[in-house]
């Protein structure tokens, strides 16, 4: 097995993999309530290389010392700045909760707060989720509506319903679901009441992307990407060599 190959190879891998996560966070620098993803690059003492193809069924090439592997992303769930934009049903978390959703797949959280009034006058997000409250899903009439620090709803002088809040333990990971909405990793995860997270009517959380950050790290990726492709290019001059030079019969 020619170790410089596939340690060459794998470096290209875990760049490609971190550029796909940072690519995509900068696609999202401007989407209400979007966490940006972290991920390092983790090295091996040794790792076992197999054959891909299907037809050799998985055999063992042998190990590489030298090897690169991007590590399992995770989300940073550091508070993005709030905006004002005036709209009654924009709502921005200042805290570490979440808000609930009632969607077909499930119970699903987000710090989206881009909410609206569905046909049937139900709080819920720009794809249909319904926001959770104390009671379920919250019915607003028609009319103003005033939302409180502590998420409870008053439509005139009722008050309809309060939002839930809410937060996981520390150290819980979470997973992207799409349409900017998250679930832990762990089903048995259950969700605790946020009592420090504050709801903020008429604003909505920004993207807590770092544009010069992740911007600095697509050229760096750029740049590992590069060196090992060259470093693919030497080795492969260095086995043309080894096969047309070096390896001529003496005469």
Do not use: C, W
Not at 42 to 68: C, I, K, N, Y
Not at 89 to 98: N, V
Not at 233 to 239: A, G, P, V
């Amino acid at each position: 097995m020619i170790r410089g190959l596939y340690s060459a190879v794998s470096g290209m891998l875990t760049a490609v993999r971190r550029m796909e996560l940072t690519t995509n966070d900068l696609a999202n620098a401007n989407t209400t309530g979007y966490k940006a993803e972290r991920s390092a690059t983790a090295t091996f003492a040794e790792q076992l290389v197999r054959r891909m193809d299907g037809a050799h069924g998985g055999q063992t090439l042998g190990s590489l010392p030298l090897a690169s592997s991007a590590e399992e992303p995770e989300l940073d769930l550091s508070q993005g700045t709030l905006q004002q934009t005036g709209r009654p049903l924009d709502l921005a978390l200042e805290g570490p909760g979440f808000l609930a959703l009632q969607t077909d797949e499930g119970v699903r959280f987000t710090r989206d707060g881009g909410l609206t009034r569905d046909a049937l006058g139900y709080l819920s997000t720009s794809r249909g989720a319904l926001v959770l409250g104390e009671d379920g899903p919250i019915q607003i009439p028609a009319g103003p509506v005033s939302i409180s620090a502590d998420g409870s709803v008053v439509s005139g002088s009722t008050t309809v319903g309060r939002i839930t809040t809410v937060e996981f333990a520390p150290g819980t990971q979470l997973r992207k679901l799409g349409n900017n909405e998250l679930a832990p990793t762990d089903p048995a995860a259950a969700p605790l009441p946020s009592s420090t997270t504050a709801v903020r009517q008429g604003f909505v959380e920004a993207s807590n992307v770092d544009l010069t950050a992740t911007m600095t790290t697509v050229l760096e990726l750029q740049r590992a990407y590069e060196a090992n492709q060259r470093m693919i290019q030497y080795q492969d001059q260095m086995m043309g060599r080894a096969v047309n030079d070096i390896a001529q019969p003496t005469r």
